[in-house]
């Protein structure tokens, strides 16, 4: 027994002291990549800092499908997290059912309306409240690519699918597998919204994807889209269905794959291997996409609480808007600060050169919610356009039926 006493004696003082936080903030997230925890980090770091203890959890999964069907089943049982990463349709619904916080006197306090862009205000607005906080704006029309292997083979980053093709042929050539992709619907449909804008310019996505105009859903120019992506799906190699995003980046990294068409998020492990974006893997538009942006944001949004854990989510909003961490966090994340006003300084060429085009974009009406990233159809209608092109990517479909199916997919939906 004195024995046993004088060994709980020595493990209770040599234990490593624990600070006592005031109050936890318990945020979910599907930040699980190395690029996306690096980010993530930095907000853990900050609360931290605070004083306030930071109960991680994370749900992995690209595109955050298992994250949200994590957080239906917590709030369902009573115990919603502090907060959750949201998307914009995302903090749209979740705001439909009154069970987001009220931010607007925090927002009206620290001015958010007077650095945020228009559609990243309307996205964290409902019903003339502010409902969530936004930490940055993704761009997902990219296309990355390995700076050596192009140097090798004497390529040039293609302007349109033809030349995709042709790229595409040397490198399957020379053994390189053209394009990484991971067969999942949220990166085909990344695929989709390339070939739409590609096919048909902003002016098919308004009508198509954003109306979901069954003409335009139906038209030659949306047959054409999905003829492009049967004959990108050549360029791909045979493991690529269920393959995560990240690690078809890593492909493209280790230049075992020439290219990916991936959002920014994908600058995120560019940088996290150390490697410069812009130098050792390029990046430019999607083919055919040059001019236009498909964006989306992420969002936190708090679930209401009361005393001190309301003043602990309070210091967390406080936080993902502050200036300095909306540099750091997102010179990690591989987007751009939602808030206007942080200096593209220390930002790499890629996020330079998305920080101009976006405010061209927007000028030139050319500035679309992405379907993939949540920022153009609620939940319903998103999943519809997600198995549609999913189907067709693992179907002999003709271009025109899955045309004609997107829009009974759509129309179901609505
Ligand atoms: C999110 C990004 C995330 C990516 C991959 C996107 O929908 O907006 O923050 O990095 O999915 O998981």
Avoid at 342 to 355: G, S
Wanted: charged share 20%; aromatic share 8%.
């Amino acid at each position: 027994m004195k024995k046993l006493l004088s060994a709980l004696v020595v493990t209770v003082f040599t234990s490593p002291v624990h600070p006592v936080f005031a109050e936890d903030v318990e945020a979910l997230h599907w930040w699980t990549s190395g690029g996306e925890a690096a980010a993530i980090a930095v907000l853990k770091d900050d609360v931290k800092k605070k004083g306030y203890g930071w109960k991680d959890v994370p749900v992995a999964g690209g595109g955050g499908d298992a994250a949200l069907t994590a957080l239906k089943a917590r709030v369902t049982a009573g115990n919603p997290p502090t907060a959750s990463q949201l998307s914009v349709m995302g903090v749209r619904a979740w705001a439909e059912e009154g069970l987001l916080g009220d931010l607007t006197p925090l927002a009206e306090a620290e001015g958010w309306s007077k650095v945020l862009l228009k559609p990243v205000l309307a996205g964290i607005s409902y019903d003339g409240k502010v409902v969530a906080v936004p930490f940055n704006l993704h761009r997902s029309n990219w296309m990355w690519m390995n700076a050596a292997v192009f140097a090798k083979y004497d390529l040039a980053p293609p302007k349109t699918w033809d030349e995709f093709y042709a790229v595409g042929d040397k490198l399957k050539a020379a053994g390189i597998i053209p394009l990484a992709l991971g067969g999942e619907p949220w990166q085909e449909t990344i695929l989709f919204e390339d070939a739409v804008l590609s096919a048909g310019g902003a002016d098919l996505y308004h009508k198509a994807l954003l109306d979901l105009d069954p003409a335009a859903l139906t038209s030659d120019e949306m047959v054409k889209a999905f003829d492009t992506l049967r004959k990108v799906i050549q360029y791909v190699d045979p493991n690529y269905p269920g393959r995560a995003w990240n690690l078809g980046t890593a492909m493209v990294l280790k230049g075992e794959a020439g290219m990916q068409l991936m959002g920014d998020w994908a600058k995120g492990e560019i940088v996290a291997a150390k490697l410069v974006p812009g130098k050792d893997i390029l990046c430019t538009p999607a083919p055919g996409n040059a001019g236009t942006y498909t964006f989306h944001f992420d969002a936190f949004g708090m679930f209401p609480t009361s005393g001190a854990k309301a003043e602990a989510q309070k210091a967390l909003a406080t936080s993902i808007m502050d200036p300095s961490f909306q540099e750091t966090f997102n010179l990690a994340k591989g987007s751009i600060p939602a808030r206007t006003d942080v200096k593209p300084d220390k930002f790499d060429v890629c996020a330079q050169q998305a920080m101009k085009d976006i405010k061209q974009a927007e000028a030139d009406d050319a500035l679309v919610g992405s379907v993939q990233g949540g920022a153009a159809q609620p939940p319903a209608v998103q999943g519809a356009i997600q198995d549609v092109v999913a189907r067709f990517f693992s179907s002999d479909q003709s271009s025109k039926d899955a045309a004609k199916a997107l829009a009974d997919a759509i129309a179901d939906a609505k």
